[in-house]
């Protein structure tokens, strides 16, 4: 019986510590940003939008680096983006939460370089259950520079050097963010919203939720941006990330980027946090991807990811 109870206090004590670590680790690299570079090169790039260069800014939750978020801006600044992507749960989806610091620091974003959103899930919840989070949703997309290209299941065109690319801003449905179990998404969900692809261009889509990416490509999107997932909250040497927000376990996509029959998704950790502020071997990131034509060079498409 005694050493039964001894037992059990030295796991007791180690799981303490274990919390306390957490804690401890997490609250250090909330306060870190590092900025994680990808070069896709791909043939399907056009040739006017060779070395184009896409910043992605994912899940803030109203996250502050530095006074008014002035550290975020300055790293964006040297990452010198031709457009910013931005995909969604900028705010906190809890009824009576500030959305304006949200609201600001994407207005801010538009001295920086052209900015295109699309919805999260926090920003999908507010703007339908109007009940319980009232205005929040109204608010925030009131306060928004109109500067903003809102890609809220819109499609938009971005010309230069006599080329174009096509963005398009996805809005998931509810139900493809349930919890525990992956709903699968309608056949023809995609056509319905965007029509059929058209295969002699090149398509980015702004989708949250990774887990689609299959879907994603199957469509035609060429490039996908997500976030949602926060890169697994604690992220394991070799295994990745542990749980994702719809509560997976080590999540398939969890942070990084994947590909798919030459087709790419690039999946952000994220920069902030919301119920529980945990993060581990996960520093926040704002994600910069360059597009590079290499028809000319390499027979295969291939990429090429560091982190600085």
Not at 150 to 168: A, P, Q, S, V
Not at 210 to 233: C, K, L, N, Q, R
């Amino acid at each position: 019986m005694k050493i039964g109870l001894n037992i059990l206090l030295i796991i007791s004590i180690l799981l303490i510590v274990c919390i306390l670590m957490i804690c401890l680790i997490s609250y250090i690299e909330n306060r870190k940003l590092v900025v994680t570079e990808y070069t896709i090169k791909n043939r399907r790039v056009p040739s006017g939008f060779q070395g184009f260069r896409i910043a992605q800014l994912s899940d803030l939750h109203n996250a502050c680096f530095g006074p008014a978020n002035e550290i975020l801006f300055e790293r964006l600044k040297c990452c010198e983006p031709d457009i910013i992507v931005v995909t969604g749960d900028m705010i906190v989806g809890k009824p009576d939460q500030d959305v304006l610091f949200a609201a600001d620091t994407m207005n801010a974003l538009c001295d920086i370089a052209p900015v295109y959103f699309s919805m999260g899930n926090h920003e999908l919840r507010a703007s339908i259950y109007t009940d319980t989070y009232k205005d929040m949703w109204e608010t925030f997309r009131n306060r928004l520079d109109p500067r903003i290209h809102m890609l809220l299941d819109r499609t938009e065109t971005y010309e230069k050097n006599g080329d174009r690319i096509f963005l398009h801003g996805l809005n998931l449905t509810p139900e493809l963010y349930r919890r525990w179990v992956r709903t699968q998404m309608p056949q023809k969900y995609l056509e319905q919203l965007f029509g059929t692809c058209d295969p002699d261009s090149f398509h980015i889509f702004l989708a949250h939720n990774p887990e689609y990416f299959e879907e994603y490509a199957a469509w035609g999107a060429d490039i996908t941006f997500s976030g949602h997932v926060h890169g697994g909250m604690i992220r394991i040497p070799f295994l990745g990330g542990v749980i994702s927000p719809l509560i997976r376990i080590f999540p398939r996509y969890d942070k990084g980027l994947f590909e798919r029959n030459g087709k790419y998704m690039v999946l952000s950790g994220g920069l902030g946090n919301h119920t529980f502020k945990i993060r581990v071997n996960n520093v926040p990131e704002i994600v910069l991807v360059v597009l590079n034509n290499d028809r000319y060079k390499y027979n295969d498409d291939t990429y090429e990811g560091d982190q600085e």
